[in-house]
C-alpha cells in the first residue's frame, strides 16, 4: 500500500531551520511530482514547493529564497530544507503529490517557529 510519512518538525527560534523528510512506501511516487504542502490555524491548506521527476522545482512565493525542496530516489524520500524561518511559516507540513491523491495524506509534522 502507498503511503508517505512526514517527519522533522519541531520548535525552532526566528531565523532557525529545519529538515523536513517524507518517506514513500510504494514505487509509484517515484515517477509523479512530489509536493510539500502546509495548514496553518484557521488557514486552508496551501502548496509550499513541488519538485517534478526531471528535478525542476517550484515555490509559492512567501518561501522563496529560504526554502529548498529535492528528493531522494534510492531512499524514496522527499526532503524540505527550511532556512530563515517565520512565525509565518508556522503551521502542519505535508507531503503528497501535485495535484494531491486524496487518500495518501498523513499526519504531517508540525513545524512552530517561535521565540
Known amino acids: 500500500q502507498e503511503q508517505l510519512v512526514e517527519s522533522g518538525g519541531g520548535l525552532v527560534q526566528p531565523g532557525g531551520s529545519l529538515r523536513l523528510s517524507c518517506a514513500a512506501s510504494?514505487?509509484?511516487?517515484?515517477?509523479?511530482?512530489m509536493a510539500w504542502y502546509r495548514q496553518a490555524p484557521g488557514k486552508q491548506r496551501e502548496l509550499v514547493a513541488q519538485i517534478e521527476t526531471g528535478g525542476w522545482t517550484t515555490y509559492v512565493d512567501s518561501v522563496k529564497g529560504r526554502f529548498t525542496i529535492s528528493r531522494d530516489y534510492a531512499k524514496n524520500t522527499v526532503y524540505l530544507q527550511m532556512n530563515s524561518l517565520e512565525p509565518e511559516d508556522t503551521a502542519v507540513y505535508y507531503c503528497?503529490?501535485?495535484?494531491?491523491?486524496?487518500?495518501?495524506w498523513g499526519q504531517g509534522t508540525q513545524v512552530t517557529v517561535s521565540s
Open positions: 503528497n503529490t501535485e495535484p494531491p491523491i486524496a487518500t495518501v
Open positions: 510504494g514505487s509509484g511516487f517515484r515517477t509523479v511530482t
